[in-house]
């Protein structure tokens, strides 16, 4: 078996580099010129998750921001006019006008809130435009008064209502 020293004996060794040599490497490699500064990022796009609704006024209860676009359309497609013939109050076309108003109350989400009276009894709310003959005109009032000076989407869905109905609550002050 021979030695270390003997193997070694016979290999190259690479002689030692130079102060020169090594201070060369020890130099910074010379900086490429200065690169163009990139544009900075987009802000990150986050998806808009659809929220579902049968109509788009379904799609939020928030209130209604009447000058977008948005808010404006709504307002022109809840108060347009409900049928060709206006209802004249004779009671022969009250079935077609109530149906009617029942199915923009529907589409507009009027139906689960501002239609639904509140009883001063146990029993549940009555909808306005179904249960009209056991609803009195003063659970009415009351209903109305507790949000229509108030900054709510209820405030606004009544007074969309009472543009597509035609009739206007005038409180007691302001029949004088």
Same mark, same amino acid.
């Given at each position: 078996m021979a030695s270390i020293s003997t193997r070694l004996s016979g290999a190259s060794v690479t002689p030692p580099r130079s102060a020169q040599t090594i201070q060369q490497a020890a130099e910074p490699v010379q900086q490429a010129p200065a690169a163009v500064p990139l544009p900075p990022l987009p802000p990150a796009v986050i998806p808009r998750v659809p929220v579902f609704a049968l109509t788009p006024a379904l799609? *939020? +209860?928030?209130?209604?921001?009447?000058? *977008? +676009?948005?808010?404006?359309?709504?307002y022109l497609s809840a108060t347009r006019q409900l049928e060709e013939d206006k209802y004249d109050g004779e009671s022969g076309g009250m079935h077609q006008f109530l149906d009617a108003l029942e199915k923009r109350a529907t589409n507009f989400g009027w139906d689960i809130v501002i239609m639904m009276i509140p009883s001063t009894t146990i029993a549940p709310a009555s909808n306005l435009l179904r249960d009209y003959g056991t609803i009195t005109l003063q659970n009415i009032r009351t209903y109305e008064e507790s949000y229509i000076d108030i900054t709510c989407r209820d405030a606004q869905d009544s007074n969309l209502y009472m543009s597509v109905s035609g009739t206007r609550y005038q409180r007691r002050d302001e029949r004088r």
């Open positions: 799609a *939020s +209860r928030g209130i209604i921001d009447y000058q *977008s +676009r948005a808010g404006e359309r709504l």
